[in-house]
């Protein structure tokens, strides 16, 4: 079991070794959470990504997201995300995605663990592109481990996320992996933080890029 546990580590990282792109980038967010019910929960949430070594903005993403809970171990949810690129001097493009989700989850003594699978949509903008109505279908597998500590607020995590593409007209493959480890931490009742590490790699491509992505968010929860 132990040598099936490497071997999967490092076929998953080997790819990195010889990409012919390595980067590093940052992702800050802060989300808002608002929980009208035990079993309802409504999500806003602004992100900054940024590249080539943290220098430069890649994307800001603003989403909302609507998450019901069906049962104890399954919960669903949809969301839509609008996505900012910047362009020449002050002009963004804009794309806009919507997506629909599954997510089981089990805790097992102080282990907890989940599978989530999101099935997603991106358009390019609307109005200024011919071929704004020509989506890209992905979907998105996440599977994730993590311990809670014994004060109760300390919860490392590690999780590892398939992009798997299904755009019509093409043949259906998996084009990148995340792979992440991080710490989330309730500050109190309402406040959590989230630092983690991924490490992004393209898969299919002639010149696949790695990218070295450190990030932190922070959540404040309404009830």
Same mark, same amino acid.
């Given at each position: ?22 980067? /590093? ?74 997506? /629909? ?66 755009? /019509? ?10 792979? /992440? ?43």
């Amino acid at each position: 079991m132990k040598k099936s546990i490497w071997f999967f580590i490092l076929l998953c990282i080997s790819p990195a070794a010889v990409a012919q792109y390595q980067d /590093a980038g940052l992702w800050a967010g802060l989300m808002l959470r608002f929980e009208p019910g035990k079993k309802w929960k409504i999500g806003l949430e602004e992100e900054a990504r940024f590249f080539e070594n943290m220098s430069r903005l890649d994307k800001i993403n603003s989403e909302v997201s609507i998450d019901y809970q069906i049962s104890k171990f399954l919960d669903a949810g949809i969301l839509y995300r609008l996505i900012s690129r910047p362009k020449n001097g002050n002009r963004f493009d804009f794309n806009h995605r919507f997506g /629909a989700y599954l997510n089981v989850q089990k805790k097992y003594g102080g282990w907890n663990g989940s599978l989530k699978a999101t099935f997603q949509k991106s358009f390019s903008e609307f109005r200024h592109s011919d071929d704004w109505y020509v989506p890209e279908n992905y979907v998105r597998g996440v599977a994730e481990v993590s311990r809670e500590l014994k004060n109760k607020k300390t919860e490392p995590y590690t999780n590892i996320e398939f992009w798997y593409r299904v755009s /019509a007209g093409e043949p259906a493959f998996v084009d990148q992996y995340r792979l /992440a480890i991080g710490i989330k931490q309730k500050l109190n009742k309402r406040n959590r933080l989230d630092v983690f590490y991924k490490l992004q790699q393209e898969l299919q491509v002639k010149n696949p890029s790695t990218s070295h992505i450190f990030g932190i968010g922070y959540r404040y929860i309404f009830r």
